[in-house]
Structure formats: C-alpha cells, structure tokens
C-alpha cells in the first residue's frame, strides 16, 4: 500500500507539473521497445539456413546473442519451429568408429602415437575415441604400450609362461647348466627361474639342480657339495693326519669349506677331531700312497 501511494503521488505530481506544458514524459508501463524482427521472419531466416548457428543469426538480424536466443526459447517453447545448430556439436568427426576399429585391430602393434600420425589427429583424440568405443562394448584389439625409453619390439615381448614340469625335464637332463643358461633358454627371468626352482623343490619333486660356481670351463659339471656324518669326519682325519686342509676333501670329494666347517662343528663340545693345520703343501705324488693305504685299510 504504502509503494502504491508514492507511484499515485509521483503521478498527481507530475501532472500538475504538465498541466500548462509537457514538461515530464511518462512512458506507458505495457509499453516496450518496437521489435526489430518478427517472430515469423526469425523462424524464416534460421529455416532456411540449416547451418547457421546463433551468433550468425544474431549478426543478421541486428540484435543481440541473448535477444535473440531469449526470442527463440519463447517460440519452440510450444512447439520446436527453430532448430539451430549447436554450439557444442563443433565439426563432425573425420573418421567413423568402423574405420578406427579396423585400424586399430589391423594394426595391434602400432602406439597411440604412430595411430594418430597415421590418420592425422592428435594423441590425446585417438585415445579419446578408442576410450569411448571400448566402454560403449566396442572390441578393440589394443593394448597400451608402456616402456617410452626403449626399443617398441622390446616393449612389446609377451612373457613366456613356463611349466614346472618342462622345467624339471630341463634341469634333470642339463644338470650342468647354470642358472643364468636355465633362464636364457626358457625365456625368462632370473628371479623367476629361481622362483620356479624352489617351488619346484618346496613341493617334494626330484630336482637334480644344485648351485654352481663361476668356472672357466663351463662345460664341466660342478658337484654340490656332500654331507658326512661327525663319525665319519672323525675317523677320516685321524686315520690321515698328514693330509691337509686340500687334501682331505678330494679324498672324499668334496669341497674345502664344507669340511673346514664339519671339523669344527664336529670339535665344539671337545676335542674328537685330531687335525693340525699344514702350511706346506705336499705333492700329489706323496698323497697318493697314503690314500691307497688309507682305503685298503
């Protein structure tokens, strides 16, 4: 009410103010500005021009993007008689889902990259587009290709699955082979040579491996070292107390450290093992003798 007096005071005012000339222009409430266009030939201009988006629409008819865009939503706000080219549409894809997928399954080996030299687009819109078809349930037979700062052959080896058994045939009849030679031939790691070896072994199966040391003849085969029994140890060295820390283990072939080992585990809880260390080395003429007596015995 209060609102509705200042508007009817204003007034009164105003008119006394004209009431010998016009001094104040009132501007009728319903009145607005004269339509620059119609709705009729608005409808005519973007019917028959397809193609036109807004802003051109806009320019030729001499009104603003939000003049124009407002005008429209009123008339398809009943019924859709104008039908303008989306802004967000932008051009049309060069190249349909059909052609990439037989691109793409053509050529498996190929990156991201060389696939969008090929049909002139950029990385990130291949990638984009083969997104896109793979979640729509599109089959695309590609797979990223990792690996930037080597070889593309090197990055695209596909690991060698190697069964227990091949690898148990493989050991038992090349029980020379080192396991560096193991992994070449079966196309795998060292880590997962290794692996395969003690899980071979942890299961109970008769693996015939054992570790071998560096040699210059690789040819030769290398023994695992033998484990004897304290009683055994014990009668060895006291039976040949001239034989040295060399000679004892190629009595029984074996290895130095092993039965270095043995005789001090074996002297722990008291002295059983007479042996004094030797540092002059006798020839193996003088050994063989003692040797003979020694089994003949």
Do not use: W
């Not at 690789?218 to 070292?225: A, G, L, V």
């Not at 190629?250 to 290895?255: A, E, H, I, N």
């Amino acid at each position: 009410m209060e609102k509705e007096s200042i508007v009817f005071s204003c007034i009164k005012t105003g008119k006394k103010i004209n009431s010998s000339e016009e001094r104040i222009k009132f501007k009728p409430k319903n009145v607005g500005k004269p339509k620059k266009f119609t709705d009729e030939s608005l409808i005519s201009l973007a019917n028959d021009n397809p193609d036109i988006n807004l802003k051109e629409l806009s320019s030729l008819v001499g009104a603003s993007i939000t003049a124009v865009s407002r005008r429209i939503d009123q008339i398809n706000s009943f019924e859709e008689r104008i039908k303008l080219k989306s802004k967000k549409a932008g051009k049309k894809s060069k190249f349909t889902d059909e052609f990439i997928l037989n691109l793409v399954n053509a050529n498996p080996d190929l990156k991201m990259q060389e696939l969008g030299e090929l049909i002139g687009i950029s990385v990130s819109a291949i990638s984009h587009r083969i997104i896109k078809m793979k979640n729509s349930g599109i089959r695309l037979q590609y797979s990223y290709k990792g690996c930037k700062n080597t070889r593309f052959e090197e990055s695209q080896k596909q690991k060698i699955r190697v069964s227990n058994q091949v690898i148990i045939d493989l050991v038992n009849e090349n029980p020379e082979l080192k396991i560096r030679e193991l992994a070449g031939l079966t196309k795998t790691s060292l880590s997962t040579m290794y692996r395969k070896i003690r899980i071979i072994k942890d299961g109970g199966q008769l693996l015939e491996y054992g570790n071998k040391k560096s040699r210059k003849d690789k040819s030769t085969p290398i023994r695992s070292p033998k484990k004897f029994t304290d009683g055994f140890q014990t009668l060895l060295v006291n039976e040949s107390p001239d034989l040295n820390s060399v000679e004892l283990p190629k009595s029984v072939d074996t290895d130095v450290i092993p039965l270095s080992n043995l005789t001090k585990k074996t002297n722990c809880g008291g002295k059983k093992v007479d042996y004094s260390s030797k540092k002059d080395l006798q020839l193996v003429s003088d050994v063989e003798p003692q040797l003979q007596l020694y089994q003949e015995g």
